[in-house]
């Protein structure tokens, strides 16, 4: 059990909830509001890893949101707590009952256990009905999750398999909120600079799905600030750039894929800084050059095209 265990009766829910998508947030909606009627904590159990990584050998997490992304958005949600439980071959191989009786029961002290009626867990993947009646049997009540009213397809795959083909404006409609980015910024090839739009790499975690190469319209937010950096460029809220994901075609710089950003009307340095980037809009894919003058053509035009966005937006 993670730092947030927690030993207040609750009315909790149990999922991955990667991404924290529109949908996951009206599950967190439906507990707040059966908590609040029976003045209890609302409480989210999920795992910082995905259950496949312990399920399949050959799985390969592309993660829409990390453990502390995951946790900071389901208590935006309105979760009063979120508990983070590592998912292990233990756990996996737990039955629905002594689930809800070791974890939900006990650890928890859940009263009222809010599911999907298409929602099951436990090795034995009982069903909702399965699970009303354990409840009965541990003193927990069961509520089915009020159906979410919408002609969209909302679901983590459907939010991966965009970003994946650039669509970050899809993703972001079915997430509610920005895609993001967050990395440390390493030293890089410095070749931007060298066109006139020095670069922050980034060093992102590898299991964070990275969208489609292309080229980007970010938001960035710093989670430290250099103490060199001028008041100015401290305001946070104003920083805006174009974010390039690639392996840097016309630059030959072989196939190992960057993730950099130029930041407009800023000038600092930003190396050991932690940086986030909220993906905005899909400029174009990633293309190779003839020439490098060729290049800096087009990220003067992707810069106008940035700017005229970011204007027309205001």
């Known amino acids: 059990m993670g730092k947030d265990n927690t030993t207040r009766p609750c009315v909790a829910t149990v999922g991955t909830f990667d991404g924290v998508h529109r949908g996951h947030q009206f599950v967190v909606e439906q507990v707040v509001k059966q908590a609040r009627e029976r003045g209890l904590d609302a409480v ?32 935006k949600a309105g979760a009063d707590k979120v508990v983070l439980m590592d998912f292990t071959k233990e756990l996996a191989g737990m039955s629905a009952r002594d689930f809800m009786q070791t974890i939900l029961k006990e650890q928890l002290k859940a009263e009222a256990l809010v599911v999907g009626y298409d929602n099951c867990f436990g090795h034995d993947r009982k069903t909702f009905h399965d699970c009303q009646q354990y409840g009965q049997e541990l003193g927990i009540e069961v509520i089915g999750c009020e159906e979410y009213h919408t002609n969209e397809s909302i679901s983590s795959t459907t939010i991966r398999q965009a970003l994946l083909n650039g669509d970050v404006e899809t993703a972001n409609h079915l997430l509610g909120y920005h895609y993001s980015l967050q990395g440390e910024v390493v030293e890089g090839f410095q070749n931007g600079r060298k066109l006139g739009y020095p670069t922050a790499n980034l060093q992102v975690n590898p299991t964070k799905l990275i969208p489609e190469n292309g080229a980007y319209l970010v938001k960035c937010q710093l989670s430290t600030v250099n103490s060199q950096l001028s008041t100015l460029n401290c305001q946070l809220s104003t920083l805006y750039g174009m974010l390039n994901v690639g392996t840097r075609p016309t630059l030959h710089n072989g196939r190992q894929r960057s993730i950099e950003v130029h930041l407009f009307d800023f000038d600092g340095d930003l190396y050991g800084q932690t940086l986030t980037l909220e993906l905005l809009h899909h400029l174009r894919k990633e293309q190779e050059f003839s020439t490098l003058e060729a290049l800096k053509q087009q990220l003067s035009a992707d810069e106008a095209q940035c700017r005229l966005l970011l204007h027309s937006s205001k």
């Open 44 to 75: 989210v159990l999920t795992f910082p890893n995905h259950p496949l990584q312990v399920l399949r050998d050959d799985f390969q997490p592309q993660m829409l949101t990390l453990a502390e992304e995951k946790q900071e958005l389901l208590q």
